[in-house]
């Protein structure tokens, strides 16, 4: 039981106790800003360096002395129809195929030409390479043509073309030569019939017997 009442006192004496103690309050040193003087410096004494422009004097070239080449005129000969114009014409297309044409110029050379479709023979190939002769409708041509040369020579040309092939007419073109053959002679053969032996029998004793 006394230990319980001094147990209690403790306590409560405990609780009642307040130290006297109070914190110390620290200020903050003043530090005074250093007295450094900041230094003095002076600019370099550097001069800028003068450059001089350079001395070079800029090349001087010559113009090449390549003479302009001279071209002489053409040596063509002159032609009297220098400039040729076209001084009539004509053209004249069918339906059913066959036209026509023709030209003239001032130089006097003249040209026309006409076509005409024609029934001819051909020959078809069947499937097996059979060859039939049927009628077929061709191309023919025909027309003349007349100019005059440099030298004056006057030509005139006229032709034909169609199941017969081109068949060109002029006094100008080359006729080809006529060859004529003659026909080889057989050579006559003279033969003498030959003669049938005469049989003269003998008797055997060396005598014919006639």
């Known amino acids: 039981m006394q230990f319980i009442i001094a147990a209690v006192l403790a306590v409560a004496t405990a609780a009642s106790y307040k130290p006297a103690y109070k914190p110390p309050t620290y200020s903050a040193p003043a530090y005074s800003a250093p007295a450094y003087s900041a230094p003095a410096y002076s600019a370099p004494a550097y001069s800028a ?20 080449p001279a071209y002489s005129a053409p040596a063509y000969k002159d032609n009297k129809y220098a400039d040729i114009t076209i001084t009539s014409q004509s053209d004249e297309r069918n339906l059913d195929g066959s036209s026509q044409w023709s030209y003239a110029q001032s130089d006097y050379t003249t040209r026309e030409e006409s076509q005409v479709q024609k029934k001819m023979q051909g020959v078809k190939y069947d499937s097996y390479g059979k060859a039939t002769y049927e009628d077929v409708m061709g191309n023919t041509n025909k027309g003349s043509s007349y100019w005059v040369s440099p030298e004056g020579q006057k030509f005139t040309l006229t032709w034909a073309a169609d199941e017969a092939g081109f068949q060109p007419k002029g006094d100008h073109l080359p006729v080809a030569p006529v060859h004529e053959y003659e026909l080889p002679v057989a050579p006559v053969h003279e033969y003498e019939l030959p003669v049938a032996p005469v049989h003269i029998p003998f008797n055997g004793k060396g005598y014919k017997i006639y």
């Open 49 to 68: 360096p003068a450059y001089s422009a350079p001395a070079y004097s800029a090349p001087a070239y010559s113009a090449p002395a390549y003479p302009a």
